[in-house]
Each structure stands twice: as structure tokens, then as C-alpha cells.
């Protein structure tokens, strides 16, 4: 037994990553993470502002695609457990990117469990595999859950099934403690700007205070389980708390369509969305995940994780964040 909780995050400088720094520093852990190299470096540790002191000798640059770094990693940070949340995460990117994305989020994670059975077997590993694995696979009651089929209907998606199978793999191969969690969509005001939610909250505040004049978006009908990845967070950790490894679905189990968040999001901000949104073909994807929901009674019944936000309170904060932000810049 390891007397110091160690632990590695990959992508730490992600949305999740940094919020899942935050929890595990709070919970005394010592915490590391890897960075890409990235040609302006500014900004690059921006979600990490509020616990930067703490962890900046502890960020390393490594790359999933490059074993060597992530031997490195694991040298340098000597973890009990490891956290891969890093991956090309974005699912319509991921038709413009297939080999990268497939490189990345799906042989990315095998070398990292080649680094793991090599540097030390015994290290508990978190495989951050997604909703997106189900495609458009729907149980009968109108949920997903572990039994689910997975049929992907992305390069994204089938990614993170080749990261979910060898995950399983491994665990039954090596007796290797590595759990999946099968996460629907999270949000926060760290998402990335590109993702629907934060894209319809931050032109929705610009356009209130008359920075921009319309929003432009792909399918309004696709539906999703959104939930906040502070919440999302808490659930990987209590994975890896219990004694045996699993597969364990995290969501809310409640579904809004894109209409209804613009709805939302234009209605809490006076505006009637109706003059200033439209959908363009060039935000569809090839092929559409139509509609997310999650069962997520096994992950409840055996760690007792429960959501503190629901969908508007997400919404509320992120509608908080960017009227702060712009009007902190405007000061
Ligand atoms: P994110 O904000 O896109 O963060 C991804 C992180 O991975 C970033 O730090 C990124 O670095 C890093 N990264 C990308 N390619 C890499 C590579 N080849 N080697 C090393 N690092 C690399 O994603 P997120 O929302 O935090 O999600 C975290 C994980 O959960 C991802 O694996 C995602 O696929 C998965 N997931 C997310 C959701 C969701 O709704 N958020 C749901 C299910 C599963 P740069 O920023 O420098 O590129
Ligand atoms: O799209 C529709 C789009 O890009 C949500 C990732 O974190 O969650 C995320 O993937 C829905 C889709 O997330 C726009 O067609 C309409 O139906 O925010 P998104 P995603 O594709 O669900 C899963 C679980 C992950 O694992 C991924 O890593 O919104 N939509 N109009 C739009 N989407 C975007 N991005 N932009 C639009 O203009």
C-alpha cells in the first residue's frame, strides 16, 4: 500500500481534468497531470487558475500517442490511482479528424495501459468511456444502461468502444483494477465553446448585450442528458473507491432537446429566441445520436452518487459566468 494518495490525471488542463484537480486536492490526494505541447502556451493552464500553485511543478508534458512520455508520467508522478480522461473529445470534429481521433481516444488508451502493466500493474486506472458509445441504441423504457448495445454512430464514438473493450480486456487479462465510466454529456462554464451548451450561452449573453446578432446552430431536435461536470467528477472518484473495478453508467436521467436549452437560456435572459436563431447544415453531423438518456442506478446504488445541480441551475451558472466575464472585461 502506497501511504501517499498519488494521483495522475491525463488531459488534466481539460474541463473535467481540472475540475476533477480541484476535488481530489481537497481530498488530500497529491495531484499530477499531463499537458500537450501546444505552440502558444498562454492560456493553456486556464482552468487550472484557481489551484495553479499547487500543482505546477506537478504538470507534465506527455502525449497519449507517445508511450515514452507516458512511462514518464508514471515515474514522475508514481500514482495510486490514474485518471485518462485525455482524448479528441469533440463528436462531429471527429468526422473531420477520424485517424486522429481513433489514434487518440482509442489506441491513445491502450498505450497507456501498456504504460500501467509495465511501470506497475497494481495502479487503479478510471477509462473515461461516454454515452456516445450507445449511438442510437435505446433500451424499451427509453433509457441507456450498462446492457445497453453499443452502436456507435461517430469515429468519436467508435473510439471510446475499441478504449471501453480493451479496458475490459485488460481487466480480465491481468487482473488490473481499471473501471469504466460511462458518462453522459457534462457541462460547466469550462466547457469548450464549441459543445452546444456553452455555444448557446455565451452568444445568447452577447447578443443581450448586443456584442453579436445571431446564433447559428445545426440539429434543435437531438435530445441529451446533461448534467454538471463538478457532480461528474465525484462519480469517477467513487469508482475507484470500491474494492472490485466495474462499468458503471453516470447521468441524470432526465433529457431536454437543443430547443428546449435555447428555450431556456434565451427565456431566463428576456429574449425571444425565435429573432435570433437559426440551423444551418453546416453544424449537422453525417450521422446523429438523436437521443441520450441515462439509467444510472447501479452507480447510485453502490457508491451513493447523487447530482447537486439539475438543468437549469447548470444553465444559471453558466449564464452567471459569461455576463461576469463581459462585464469584468468591459471595467
Ligand atoms: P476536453 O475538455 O476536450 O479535454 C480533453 C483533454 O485531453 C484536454 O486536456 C486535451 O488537451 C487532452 N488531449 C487531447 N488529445 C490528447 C492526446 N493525444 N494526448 C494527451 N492529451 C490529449 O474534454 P472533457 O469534457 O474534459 O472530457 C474528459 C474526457 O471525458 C474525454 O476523454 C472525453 O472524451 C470524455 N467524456 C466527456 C464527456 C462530456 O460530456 N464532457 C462525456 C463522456 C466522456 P488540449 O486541450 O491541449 O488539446
Ligand atoms: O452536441 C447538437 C449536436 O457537441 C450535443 C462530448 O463531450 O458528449 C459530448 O458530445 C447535441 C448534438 O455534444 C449544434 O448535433 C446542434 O446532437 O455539445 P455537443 P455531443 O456530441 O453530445 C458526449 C457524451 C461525449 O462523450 C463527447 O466527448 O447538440 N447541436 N447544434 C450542436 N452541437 C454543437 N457542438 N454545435 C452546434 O452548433
Not at 505552440?39 to 515514452?68: C, F, G, H, M, W
Not at 511501470?119 to 450498462?146: C, H, L, T, V
Not at 428555450?263 to 425571444?272: A, C, I, N, R, S
Request: hydrophobic share 35%.
Amino acid at each position: 500500500m502506497k501511504e501517499v494518495k498519488r494521483a495522475l490525471i491525463t488531459g488534466i488542463n481539460g474541463q473535467s481534468g481540472s475540475y476533477l484537480a480541484e476535488f481530489l486536492i481537497n481530498k488530500g490526494y497529491e495531484v499530477f497531470g499531463t499537458i500537450k505541447r501546444n505552440s502558444v502556451s498562454e492560456n493553456q493552464t486556464a482552468r487550472l487558475d484557481s489551484i495553479y500553485d499547487k500543482i505546477k511543478d506537478n504538470l507534465i508534458y506527455a502525449d497519449l500517442l507517445d508511450v515514452p512520455s507516458l512511462l514518464h508520467a508514471l515515474k514522475k508522478s508514481n500514482p495510486s490511482e490514474v485518471y485518462n480522461l485525455a482524448a479528441q473529445s469533440h463528436v462531429r470534429i471527429s468526422f473531420d479528424q477520424p485517424v486522429y481521433t481513433a489514434q487518440a481516444t482509442g489506441i491513445g488508451t491502450l498505450n497507456l495501459l501498456e504504460a500501467i502493466r509495465i511501470y506497475d500493474p497494481s495502479i487503479k486506472m478510471y477509462q473515461a468511456s461516454s454515452s456516445e458509445m450507445f449511438g442510437n441504441s435505446i433500451d424499451a423504457d427509453g433509457y441507456q444502461r450498462e446492457t445497453t448495445p453499443l452502436n456507435p454512430v461517430s469515429p468519436y464514438g467508435c473510439a471510446k468502444v475499441f478504449s471501453y473493450n480493451i479496458c475490459r480486456n485488460y481487466r480480465n487479462s491481468y487482473g488490473m483494477y481499471i473501471s469504466n465510466g460511462i458518462l453522459f454529456n457534462h457541462e460547466s462554464p469550462r466547457r469548450g465553446t464549441n459543445f452546444v451548451t456553452n455555444k448557446v450561452v455565451k452568444s445568447a449573453v452577447r447578443i443581450k448585450l448586443g456584442m453579436e446578432k445571431k446564433l447559428v446552430l445545426g440539429n434543435l431536435n437531438a435530445t441529451r442528458d446533461w448534467g454538471h461536470a463538478k457532480d461528474y467528477v465525484e462519480a469517477m472518484w467513487m469508482m475507484l473507491q470500491k474494492e472490485e473495478s466495474g462499468d458503471y453508467v453516470c447521468s441524470t436521467g432526465v433529457s431536454h432537446s437543443v430547443l428546449e436549452l435555447v428555450q431556456y437560456v434565451f427565456g431566463k435572459l428576456e429574449m425571444d429566441w425565435t429573432q435570433y436563431v437559426s440551423s444551418d447544415d453546416k453544424f449537422m453531423r453525417p450521422e446523429e445520436l438523436e437521443d441520450l438518456k441515462g439509467d444510472s442506478s447501479k452507480l447510485r446504488n453502490e457508491t451513493g452518487w447523487t447530482p447537486k445541480y439539475t438543468f437549469e441551475t447548470m444553465l444559471d451558472e453558466m449564464i452567471s459566468h459569461w455576463l461576469e466575464y463581459y462585464s469584468d472585461i468591459k471595467k
